[in-house]
Each structure stands twice: as structure tokens, then as C-alpha cells.
């Protein structure tokens, strides 16, 4: 790796500074104008937000300030502190679009400033895209957690970048301990952010073990105990509400419905189980094979639909036993769904791979499904809700006055794919010319930690479950980040350094 001519030593204006300058002030002023006029044009267009089933789910666990054990608790907590500041659903709305806004404005200006971005071609394509992004926007208008995730995602990953460049200790460990606090409510908000845990290990790392080896041991250990806590918590909060000691019955569940995407093309015998409760399941299965026949492929439709094995099973149990929905469901997920799924996937790789992660990765790469934004929908929370937590009358009821997203719903898939083409073929030709980049050690750091996070991120989605499009919203700005990082640093001739550049007020 050569050392760039701009030398840590280069980066003499600090940031605050750097942002208050004449340039970066108008650019501050002009996109915050951009972001309020998108704002009223989007609730003109959609003044209620979308819900889905989910979007019930979370209120119903905030009223009743109760985890429902199917989710983590943390948006369900986000909502209830909103509604003590106001009770409107459109307070919710704009807070959500606020959050967002501030976290890609911080995450542009930092890309801008720690990778010196002086083409201003580069820079404004960059941020057209990073800020005009319908499905971030929408995302916004709807009462799910993926706008917030989404945020805080944007918001751990800059902390990261500033950990990595801050020079002085200090700065690198205050830093370090925002980045840690918005790990633990990315994963309170979704199980997802348990994946950003390696990354963190990495960044606190590669920032820490040159400066202080005690700080380095300390802030590595730091989020594992939290994160242990947490998960022993939350264990305990569940066998206290449905008496099963369980962290979440809904990753067995899970998991048994990505592996009946597969189980028609492969014959299964009961006496292959060696756990009878395991073992009755599978004789159920096979009784009810009929059951497996889906047209589409992968699906969820085994987890939720009442007429597919997973839901008549759970029933039959329940009817048996004369047990609560909810001990059941967390019962089966962990102690019968999760061990069929996992010697399924195990026993069965091959079809696991062709009917299941295969068909997922091409849904990862041409997202064309999606609960929220494909149609708007209103039927996610019930009519009682809407009246006693957001204040609703009897006549009120959700709507929208366009379907501009819906009816042109079918280019962001395709975005989505020529993204995906352009960032891979980017990122061969890095590979290629890598040992000719010149830049900064902590810049080489922020590019390899985000395409880690990248490779990790979209390797559990493919896994974890049947893909959605608004999955990938916490990738947006990562893949563009990679992409104009590439693209600068591959080809410095499109993107050459300005001698001069106007800091004054």
C-alpha cells in the first residue's frame, strides 16, 4: 500500500469547521431545503403510513408495554417514547424521516471529508443517490422498524469510520463507545444487528491495537458482556411471560420454514430423528405432504399460513396439551422446529442450496417482492388500536392519495440489479489494481470493514429468510460508499485532486 500525498497531517480543518465552510454550508442549506420539500410531497402523496401485519405486532406490544416474544422489544419502546412527546401517528412519521435525513446528511459529509471528495461530479452523483432513494423515503412513511434500523445502521457504521481516522485516544474511545451503544439498540430494534457484532470486533480492533493494548482488550470484551447480558435477559423475559426459557421461538420457526422449501424434492423418514418430539413432527409432515406444494419459491408462507404443517401442528398441540398460543409457539420453535430445520439443512444440502438459498440470492439481487412497498397497504393495525393509541375517531381510516410508488414499482428492482453488476464488476477490478491505490491507512480500513459488512449482511439475508426489498435498505449507502471508493481510488484521473480548495466562511 504507498502512502498518499495527503498525509494525516493533511486533515488540518476540523470537521465542524469543515462543515461551516461557505461550500458545505450552502450544500448543508440546499439539502435540507431538498429533504422538506421531498417530506411534503411525500405525505401529500401518502399522508397516512403504510403497516403490515408487523406494524400490529408493534403497537399492540407498546400499549401493552409487554414484548410479544416474536420481536425484539426495541421498537416497540421507540414508539412508546414517542407517544408520551405526542400521540399523532404523523409525529411518528416525522421523526422517522428526521432521523434518517440527519443520519445520511452525517454519513455524507464524513465520506466527503475523511476521502478528501473533490470531483465534484463524483460527489453530487454520490449524493444524489445516497439522499434520492425511494425506498429509504417510503420506509419512512410506514410504521415498521426498517426505517429506523436502517438509520442507526448508518450511524454505526460512520462512528466506525471516525474511530478509525481519530488520532488522539480519546477521540478513537468516545467514539467507541457511541459505536457500541448503537450495536445494542440496533439489535434491541432487530436480531439482525447480532450480525454487526464481528465487525465492530474488527473496527475496535484495527482502531486500538497499536495505541493501547488495555483499551483494546477492554473495548473488545465490552459489547460480548453486554451483548450476553442482554441475550440472558431477554431469555429470562420469556420464560417469565410463556414458561419456556428461550431467547426467541421465532428463529426455530424460522428456520423450519427454509427448510420445507426444500422438503418436497427430498424423502425424509421419522425414524431418521432421534428426538421423539422431532421424530412425531416429521411423521405429521409426511401424513400432510400435500401441504408442501407451493408455486413460489422461496416463501415464508410455511411460518404464517394457517393451512401449511408448522400452524396445524402448533394447533394440534395446543388442542392437546390445553396450552397458550404464545407458549406453544415459543415452545415448538425452540425445542422441535429449530432441531427439524437444522438436520434438514444439515442431511440436505444440496436441495437446501438449490430450492432455498439459491432462489433467495436471486432475490437479494432482483428484489421484485415486498409487503410494504408494492402495494399500500392498511390492514396491519386493527381499527382499536388506531383509536386508543393514536387518537383515531370512528371514521378515520388510513388511505393514501396516489399509487406513483406502485405503479412504479417494478424499476427499483432493476436499479437494485444494475447496482449490484456495477459494484461487482467494481470490485474485481479493485481486487486487480489494489496493490496501485494510494490512499490512508484508516480510509483502507473504513473500505475493508464495509465490504465485510457488506459480504456478512447479504450472506445471513440469504439464509436468514425469503428476501424482501426492504431488506436491502441498510445497504443502500454501504454499496455506494464502495462504489465511488472504487471508482476515486481505482482511477484517480477522473477524480483529481483540486490545489486549492476555499475553507473560508
Not at 488522539?168 to 439489535?187: E, P, Q, Y
Not at 432462489?359 to 397497504?377: A, E, G, I, T, W
Not at 412504479?408 to 456495477?422: C, D, E
Not at 425469503?466 to 462504489?483: D, K, N, S
Request: proline content about 5%; overall charge positive.
Amino acid at each position: 500500500m504507498k502512502k498518499s500525498k495527503n498525509s494525516l497531517q493533511g486533515y488540518d480543518v476540523s470537521f465542524i469547521k469543515f462543515l461551516l465552510s461557505k461550500e458545505n454550508k450552502y450544500q448543508l442549506l440546499m439539502l435540507f431545503i431538498s429533504y422538506g420539500i421531498i417530506f411534503c410531497i411525500l405525505i401529500s402523496l401518502y399522508p397516512f403510513p403504510a403497516s403490515i401485519s408487523d406494524s400490529g405486532a408493534y403497537l399492540q406490544a407498546a400499549r401493552k408495554n409487554i414484548p410479544d416474544t416474536f420481536r425484539p422489544f426495541g421498537y416497540s419502546r421507540f414508539l412508546i417514547i414517542l407517544h408520551h412527546l405526542s400521540p399523532s401517528i404523523h409525529f411518528l412519521v416525522l421523526v422517522q424521516y428526521i432521523i434518517n435525513a440527519s443520519s445520511t446528511l452525517f454519513f455524507i459529509f464524513t465520506f466527503k471529508y475523511l476521502f478528501k471528495v473533490r470531483n465534484s461530479i463524483l460527489y453530487y452523483l454520490f449524493v444524489f443517490f445516497a439522499f434520492f432513494s425511494p425506498l429509504i423515503l417510503y420506509l419512512s412513511n410506514s410504521v415498521l422498524s426498517d426505517s429506523l434500523f436502517t438509520s442507526l445502521t448508518i450511524l454505526w457504521l460512520t462512528t466506525g469510520f471516525w474511530m478509525l481516522y481519530c488520532n488522539k485516544i480519546n477521540g478513537r474511545f468516545i467514539f467507541s463507545l457511541v459505536h457500541i451503544i448503537l450495536l445494542i439498540c440496533l439489535i434491541s430494534v432487530r436480531y439482525t444487528g447480532f450480525i454487526y457484532l464481528p465487525v465492530t470486533l474488527l473496527l475496535i480492533f484495527i482502531s486500538f491495537y497499536r495505541k493501547s493494548i488495555f483499551l483494546c482488550v477492554l473495548l473488545l470484551i465490552l459489547p460480548e458482556i453486554v451483548i450476553y447480558s442482554y441475550y440472558e435477559a431477554q431469555k429470562a423475559k420469556v420464560e417469565k411471560l410463556v414458561q419456556v426459557r428461550t431467547f426467541s421461538g421465532f428463529n426455530g420457526w424460522q428456520l423450519a420454514n427454509n427448510a420445507l422449501n426444500c422438503l418436497p424434492f427430498v424423502k425424509i423418514r421419522p425414524s431418521e430423528f432421534s428426538d421423539p418430539e422431532v421424530r412425531k413432527f416429521a411423521e405429521f409432515i409426511i401424513q400432510n405432504e400435500t401441504l408442501l406444494t407451493l408455486k413460489v419459491r422461496p416463501s415464508a408462507k410455511f411460518m404464517w399460513d394457517p393451512e401449511m404443517p408448522l400452524k396445524k401442528y402448533q394447533v394440534i398441540e395446543m388442542k392437546r396439551l390445553n396450552v397458550i398460543y404464545l407458549h406453544e409457539w415459543n415452545y415448538l420453535g425452540s425445542n422441535v422446529y429449530n432441531k427439524f430445520g437444522s438436520y434438514i439443512i444439515k442431511k440436505h444440502p444440496l436441495a437446501f442450496t438449490k430450492y432455498f438459498l439459491l432462489p433467495n440470492l436471486r432475490l437479494l439481487l432482483y428484489p421484485n417482492h415486498d409487503q410494504v412497498m408494492k402495494s399500500f397497504r392498511t390492514d396491519g393495525i386493527p381499527a382499536d388500536l388506531l383509536k386508543s393509541w393514536y387518537g383515531f375517531s370512528e371514521s378515520e381510516k388510513l388511505y393514501c392519495k396516489s399509487k406513483v410508488f406502485e405503479k412504479t414499482f417494478f424499476i427499483i428492482p432493476v436499479f437494485r440489479l444494475i447496482m449490484w453488476f456495477v459494484l461487482i464488476s467494481a470490485i474485481v477490478t479493485f481486487l486487480v489494481k489494489r496493490k496501485r491505490i494510494s490512499w490512508e491507512p484508516f480510509q483502507q480500513a473504513a473500505f475493508w470493514m464495509s465490504l465485510v459488512f457488506l459480504l456478512i449482511y447479504s450472506a445471513f439475508s440469504i439464509y436468514a429468510g425469503p428476501f424482501e426489498l426492504r431488506y436491502i435498505a441498510p445497504l443502500h449507502l454501504v454499496q455506494l460508499f464502495l462504489l465511488f471508493i472504487i471508482i476515486t481510488k481505482t482511477f484517480p484521473s477522473i477524480s483529481k485532486t483540486e490545489e486549492k480548495e476555499n475553507f473560508s466562511n
